[in-house]
């Protein structure tokens, strides 16, 4: 679509478009200018019966903010969209998504029925058909190869309930091999801040910053991935507070900064330890903090003494005098906050990077108080609530991770025997191992089978939610989708999955309801849930994702066992009580007081909540927090508001506060782990650190007999992560005290590979004098199921002949993979070219100029076709690229591939179908940030 050229079916339809949004109602005034002669009283023959009109209260479905959507809705036909101005999130405010989701509810390029690839064409069929065809394919496959032979890769769409229920469903079917978005955005995040605190999320929320006396945002680009928190900072901005940008690129949110500083891709750790060095030199670090509530910050000083500033310079390539004002406007203006993003997640050292930023806010004295924390703000609607709850395949719900305590304690939840549980796994040793990841489930299909940890290779792959562009060698992942024995794609979009896999055969295309098709729970950022109400009836033949996974449960011989408790009407199940579910066994998390009637109280009540505390200060809500951000302690009777803000000291258990969790035992080699004396929370009546409560440490205390004896009989020989009865975690918060203890933060992490973060250059580094002073690890045989390179990539020099950096990044006009943004018409003309930023100087060097098409090529082979953008936002020497355009393939576009009227609006060249090989060593997280390639005029 151009913008110069509009069709009169494309001014229909964006005429149909103002007219439900509500944009032509500033008519009246413009027809108060009227000749009165143009101006006649309209008559209807028959008077039409009343519309019914009702107003649902939704959320939006982009990035994580969790900005309200007030949806119109008259006899079933979703009319228009207003601001909730009365959400404490976005407070009427949307960006160019948010004002656009009512075209995801009819949009013209949604799957409208099941289809099925027949001699490389797509064709319609029954959901029955599709149910059975594909069951007949699993249960034969589960026979000759066993259930390891599937790969589900979920979604951070999903709402809570559906996320919980695809974990328990691949559970049920018998492997880990489950996973979804959150592995390749934020899995760093939550290894590397879990590891460090206690919890791996957003320790304050977005209203927070109103406190905030300086912001560090590094790797992070909220002005146009999650545009309305910039609101709040900006409000706080207004109040004096100062902004620090670290970014390889002067972006829109670097054009508000006080002080930006342009680094080299790939060097954060060196670059933090730099302004640590300064915080340390100068004495300006939180001393009693360190003392009280860490451990291990002497092994951080020794590594920061390394990094002098001449060092620092060298491998940054940031002058001292910036790493120095950085440092000085941080700890001279606290509270500090630190905000991060995938910048700073999506690197073969992404843990370290997390871990470092940690501990700079630990030596800050920034964590636990209103205006610190480290604010790591989430890519999608749900994907913190899908890490919290869903398809990850190395823990169950909660964080539990795949012990056979863990099984056990779920399999009491779930109402089934551990031992059928068992027996639906190839063996002990594969229930308790973590999964295949989605970042290499395609080399979990290309590997030979010998290297492979697990029986055999993966042979089935669902994509249910997941836009396959958002992952690196697409190439490879082509290759792979091309010798799978089937190849299933559910969501409402057919999704770049449709059209880029060259097959002939075995891909099955199963159109499911969008959010606004269903109803639940959905988790901000900020840990806030929200309930989103059912806006309209699925469209077309599209079915709700639990239903869905009911349909094949049942086709599966396990639809019993999997909504045991929970109550199914018409084949779909009742997300209330799914949710009832998560409430009685997530206690680790405190999912457990969210009810589905507290969440629905607050979404009708959200005008009484306070925008900056998020606190209800009268009304029905009174003292709760908005969307009681886990953990909401305990079961919903006893009406916990809350944590806003986790480790905070100065509020008790009961009112939201928090220490750090007592989660890695009580001393590391004669050194204390626990709190020092008097470090504790209000009205504590355990003025020290201690260790997680269970039965033992209760009746020890003398707390025992307030259990009462129906409590007493379910947590003897448990704590409080497995007392399903909830006694253990209301006594304990009785007294004051944390279920999960009070300890310290650790600065090192002695079972990480890293135990204080050192700098390894990239893979893919065009420094070759610095590889051998700071190397990557060794390559390892068996990680997550798969061998993974490390040296071996790094020991190839490919800078030579590829001299450029790329990395890459997002835009405020398209979301994620991009299919279903990009098949939006008013989101479509905002952006409709793919396209490459440039540095002047690098353009020259091609001839390229503004606007003309360029060839970007890699080390792997691949050559992507693009537009220029010769701009000076890059410097000379690196490359930027969007990640949310597909549909084309090398400077090919697919739209013949897509099923008929599928394919989106805008498509353009993948940036993935060109990246390199590289992975995080925890948690096998992708590198997007930092590669090599070289430019061509097309």
Not at 77 to 89: C, G, K, N, T, Y
Not at 94 to 107: D, I, L, N, T, Y
Not at 637 to 664: C, Q, V
Not at 720 to 744: E, L, M, Q, Y
Request: with cysteine; glycine share 8%.
């Amino acid at each position: 679509m151009s913008l110069q050229k509009i069709t009169p079916d494309e001014g229909r339809r964006r005429r149909r478009f103002l007219i439900g949004a509500g944009v032509t109602a500033g008519a009246g005034a413009l027809a108060r200018h009227l000749p009165l002669t143009v101006m006649q009283p309209a008559t209807a023959a028959e008077t039409a019966p009343a519309a019914k009109v009702e107003t649902k209260h939704t959320v939006c479905t982009h990035c994580s903010v969790g900005c309200s959507v007030e949806a119109v809705v008259s006899n079933g036909v979703w009319i228009r969209q207003e601001p909730a101005f009365d959400s404490p999130l976005n407070m009427g405010a949307h960006c160019a998504k948010g004002a656009s989701v009512r075209e995801h509810g009819f949009g013209e390029h949604r799957l409208r029925y099941p289809m099925k690839l027949v001699n490389g064409k797509y064709e319609r069929i029954s959901w029955d058909q599709a149910i059975n065809e594909i069951g007949d394919r699993l249960l034969a496959l589960r026979k000759q190869s066993g259930p390891d032979a599937l790969m589900v890769i979920g979604s951070s769409k999903h709402n809570n309930e559906q996320a919980y229920l695809l974990r328990k469903w691949v559970s049920m079917w018998g492997s880990n091999n489950v996973d979804h978005q959150a592995r390749i955005c934020h899995s760093t995040t939550v290894a590397g801040v879990a590891q460090t605190f206690g919890y791996g999320a957003m320790t304050n929320s977005f209203n927070d910053l109103h406190h905030s006396k300086a912001v560090l945002f590094i790797g992070s680009n909220p002005a146009e991935a999650h545009p309305i928190s910039m609101l709040h900072f900006l409000h706080a901005k207004e109040l004096g507070a100062k902004m620090i940008v670290i970014d390889p690129r002067f972006t829109r949110t670097a054009r508000f900064a006080h002080h930006y500083v342009r680094v080299r891709p790939g060097t954060d750790i060196a670059l933090v330890w730099g302004i640590l060095w300064h915080i340390f030199a100068n004495g300006w670090e939180d001393k009693k903090f360190i003392a009280d509530r860490t451990y291990g910050m002497e092994e951080v000083r020794k590594e920061v003494a390394k990094w002098t500033p001449e060092k620092v310079s060298d491998v940054t390539g940031v002058p001292e005098a910036a790493v120095r004002t950085t440092a000085e406007m941080l700890a001279l203006n606290r509270p500090s906050s630190v905000v991060w993003c995938m910048g700073i997640t999506q690197h073969h050292v992404g843990t370290a990077n997390v871990r470092a930023l940690s501990i700079l806010q630990l030596a800050l004295g920034n964590i636990g108080v209103p205006g610190g924390g480290a604010n790591i703000y989430r890519g999608h609607d749900n994907v913190q609530g899908a890490t919290d709850v869903g398809p990850n395949a190395d823990s169950l719900p909660g964080y539990y991770g795949l012990a056979e305590g863990a099984w056990k304690h779920f399999a009491t939840a779930w109402g089934v025997d551990y031992s059928w549980l068992l027996s639906r796994y190839g063996s002990k040793e594969l229930m308790e191992k973590p999964g295949i990841t989605v970042s290499r489930w395609f080399d979990a299909v290309n590997e030979e089978a010998q290297y492979m940890d697990q029986p055999t290779n993966l042979k089935a792959v669902f994509y249910w939610g997941h836009a396959p562009n958002s992952q690196t060698r697409l190439p490879d992942m082509k290759a792979a989708m091309q010798k799978l024995d089937m190849l299933v794609v559910i969501d409402p979009y057919p999704s770049l999955t449709a059209a880029m896999h060259g097959r002939q055969e075995g891909v099955y295309l199963l159109p499911a309801a969008s959010q606004f098709e269903t109803q639940g729970s959905v988790t901000a950022s900020n840990r806030s849930i929200q309930w989103r109400e059912k806006v309209i009836e699925p469209l077309f033949e599209c079915k709700t994702d639990h239903e869905i996974m009911y349909l094949f449960a049942r086709k599966l011989g396990f639809h019993e066992q999997l909504c045991k408790n929970i109550k199914v009407v018409m084949n779909e199940p009742v997300v209330e009580d799914i949710l009832r579910e998560i409430n009685r066994s997530c206690w680790t998390i405190g999912y457990t007081g969210c009810s589905p009637e507290r969440l629905k109280l607050h979404m009708e009540n959200k005008h009484t909540f306070d925008p900056t505390t998020l606190r209800a200060e009268s009304g029905p809500c009174k003292g709760d927090y908005y969307g009681l951000p886990w953990p909401c302690w305990g079961t919903p009777e006893m009406k916990h508001p809350g944590t806003p803000i986790l480790y905070d000291l100065s509020k008790t258990i009961a009112e939201g506060g928090l220490p750090f969790r007592a989660n890695w035992g009580v001393d590391k080699d004669g050194v204390s782990l626990l709190a020092a004396d008097g470090s504790t929370n209000r009205d504590s009546e355990l003025d020290t650190g201690y260790p997680e409560f269970d039965h033992v440490f209760l009746k020890k205390l003398g707390w025992w007999s307030e259990l009462t004896p129906a409590e007493q009989a379910q947590a003897e020989g448990k704590n409080w992560k497995t007392d399903n009865s909830g006694g253990i975690i209301r006594v304990a918060i009785a007294h004051g005290c944390a279920p999960f203890g009070n300890a310290r933060a650790r600065c090192h992490v002695w079972n990480f590979p890293d135990p204080v973060p050192v700098h390894r250059e990239p893979l893919l580094s065009p420094r070759r004098d610095l590889v051998a002073k700071y190397p990557t690890y060794d390559d390892k045989a068996n990680f997550w199921r798969l061998p993974t390179l490390y040296k071996s990539v790094q020991a190839v020099d490919f800078s030579k002949d590829y001299p450029l950096v790329m990395t890459s990044g997002r835009l405020v006009e398209y979301e994620g993979g991009g299919e279903e943004t990009r098949s939006n018409p008013w989101l479509a003309e905002l952006q409709q070219h793919m396209f490459c930023e440039v540095n002047p100087q690098d353009a020259a060097q091609i001839g390229a100029t503004l606007g003309e098409y360029i060839w970007i090529e890699t080390p792997t082979g691949a050559r992507l076709k693009m537009m220029a953008m010769v701009t000076p936002r890059v410097p000379a020497g690196i490359v930027w690229m969007p990640f949310h355009f597909g549909g084309w393939w090398m400077g090919e576009d697919l739209e013949k591939h897509y099923p008929e009227g599928g394919a989106p609006e805008v498509r353009g060249e993948s940036v993935n179908t060109a990246w390199t090989y590289g992975y995080d060593a925890v948690t096998m997280m992708q590198e997007t940030k930092v590669s090599l390639c070289r430019l061509a005029r097309a």
